[in-house]
């Protein structure tokens, strides 16, 4: 997002959740053509469809939101006392692009 969405976006986020839940609407009611927002990839939609038939299939495997968030900030607190004796070493405080996450989990391999 560009300078001025985020700000806009900021702003928005101090609307009340019902004001917030119509400007949403509105926004995406805005969208005429959503489909060249989408991948243009096979691969993609074989993936999406893989995904969404495991989900279906065993539903007693997803996770809410709140439980993805406590295993996340679980997560963080570990690497944090991983790193707490290593200046050397900080945790990023930015967060990075899919391939330096392939980078970094082949080099914690």
Do not use: C, W
């Amino acid at each position: 997002m560009g300078e001025e969405a985020v700000t806009i976006f900021r702003q928005a986020m101090n609307l009340p959740r019902d004001e917030r839940y119509q400007l949403a609407r509105e926004l995406l009611d805005s969208l005429d053509d959503v489909d060249d927002l989408l991948p243009d990839d096979p691969a993609f939609y074989e993936e999406l469809a893989r995904r969404s038939d495991e989900a279906h299939a065993h539903p007693e495997s997803l996770l809410d939101g709140e439980q993805v968030m406590a295993n996340l900030h679980e997560y963080l607190r570990r690497k944090r006392e991983a790193y707490a004796d290593e200046p050397h070493a900080p945790i990023p405080s930015k967060p990075f692009n899919h391939g330096e996450r392939r980078e970094r989990r082949e080099e914690d391999m």
